[in-house]
C-alpha cells in the first residue's frame, strides 16, 4: 500500500515538475536506474544474507534504508516541494484531451 502511494505522489511530482519536452527522457533515466539497480540487489542480497543470515540482513537493510531515507526529508526542497509547478497554480494547467494531444 505504501510503495503504491510512493509511486503515485511520485510520477504526480514527475509530471507536475519536470518540464514536458523533457519528461519522456527523465521518465527513461528514472525507470532505467530503479529497475536496472534491482539485478544488483538480488545478487548482493542472496550472498549476504547465506553469510550473516536472513533476519540480520533484513536489519541491515533497515539500519541502511531508515537513516538514508530520514537524511533525505531533511532537504528542505523535498519537503517543501509544492504541489504544483511555479505559475500553474491555478491557471488551468489542465487540458481536455483535444487539447492535451491525446488521441
Known sequence: MTVSLFFVLWETALQTHVPEQALSRVSSYDHLLSGGLMPVGLALAGPVSESLGVRPTLYAMT?????AALALLRVPAVRRLPAHAAGTAG???VRAAPDA???
Do not use: E, N
Not at 63 to 67: D, H, K, L, R, S
Open 63 to 67: 539500519v541502511i534504508a531508515v537513516p
Open 91 to 93: 491557471s488551468g494547467s
Open 101 to 103: 494531444g491525446l488521441p
